[in-house]
């Protein structure tokens, strides 16, 4: 028997065949960025949590509120429902959490599950790419260059894991990943996941606040390399060492 639960903390069942959103953490952290992102856009409501004692013993913290580090927002006008995890996922309970993801999204009768993440391939690019149990629904981004579909290749966790199932009990489930930085959270990457995400589901999720802060964050990187440039040129520091960060 599995230990993970999920708690409905409101009345989901004004939702109609809603579509499901998952972002959990990875590469660039772009499935977090990016679910929280559409979850503070869209306004969306909190609508439950998700609990293991295999989890993590931690509390988000939102405009001063702690909150469930896995937990469930959700939104009767956009008809959504957003799942975002703000901790890494514990791979023994993946499974488990992939099971009851899927059953909730039975139970609402959802028309489909859509994960967000990053994905490295070390190509210095600007792509998403894209996965599914359903190809007819992917056919428009690929015809349309909006994403990249994978041939050949392996997702693991959560998401690997309700591939799997959609693929066997035929139902519709979506991964769409950006290419994104290995070593630093990725705000323009979750930025173009969800652009992709707006064409295929026409939601319109406004991606200004990540496209500015990953402007800034790519203006420090800037600095900081001319910093560590100049500073390699003037040799050594005599505090070398003395310091993690300086």
């Known amino acids: 028997m599995g230990?993970?639960?999920?708690?409905?903390?409101?009345?989901?069942?004004?939702?109609?065949?809603?579509?499901?959103?998952v972002g959990f953490p990875g590469t660039g952290l772009v499935g977090s960025v990016a679910a929280s992102h559409i979850v503070d856009a869209l306004k969306m409501d909190f609508g439950g949590y998700i609990s293991s004692p295999e989890f993590a013993p931690l509390a988000a913290?939102?405009?001063?509120?702690?909150?469930?580090?896995?937990?469930?927002h959700y939104s009767n006008q956009?008809?959504?429902?957003?799942?975002?995890?703000e901790m890494t996922i514990p791979i023994a309970s993946s499974i488990d959490l992939a099971d009851k993801l899927y059953d909730f999204a039975k139970s609402l009768k959802a028309e489909s599950i859509i994960s967000l993440g990053g994905i490295?391939?070390?190509?210095?690019?600007?792509?998403?790419?894209?996965?599914s149990s359903d190809q007819k629904r992917i056919k428009p981004l690929i015809d349309g260059k909006s994403a990249k579909p994978?041939?050949?290749?392996?997702?693991t966790g959560v998401t690997g894991i309700l591939l799997t199932k959609g693929t066997l009990e035929n139902f519709p489930i979506t991964t769409l990943l950006a290419e994104s930085s290995e070593e630093y959270l990725d705000p323009n990457a979750a930025s173009r996941v969800i652009r992709v995400l707006n064409e295929m589901t026409k939601l319109k999720v406004n991606t200004t606040r990540l496209d500015k802060e990953a402007n800034e964050l790519?203006?420090?990187?800037?600095?900081?390399?001319?910093?560590?440039?100049?500073?390699k040129r003037k040799g050594p520091s005599t505090q070398e060492g003395g310091t993690m960060y300086g």
């Open 150 to 155: 994978i041939k050949e290749g392996a997702t």
């Open 218 to 231: 790519t203006k420090e990187m800037r600095e900081s390399i001319i910093k560590a440039r100049v500073s």
């Open 120 to 131: 490295s391939l070390n190509e210095a690019s600007s792509d998403v790419y894209v996965v």
């Open 78 to 85: 956009y008809n959504l429902v957003v799942v975002i995890s």
């Open 3 to 21: 230990d993970v639960q999920i708690h409905r903390t409101a009345n989901l069942r004004k939702l109609k065949n809603p579509i499901i959103i």
């Open 61 to 72: 913290i939102h405009n001063y509120k702690p909150m469930p580090a896995a937990r469930i």
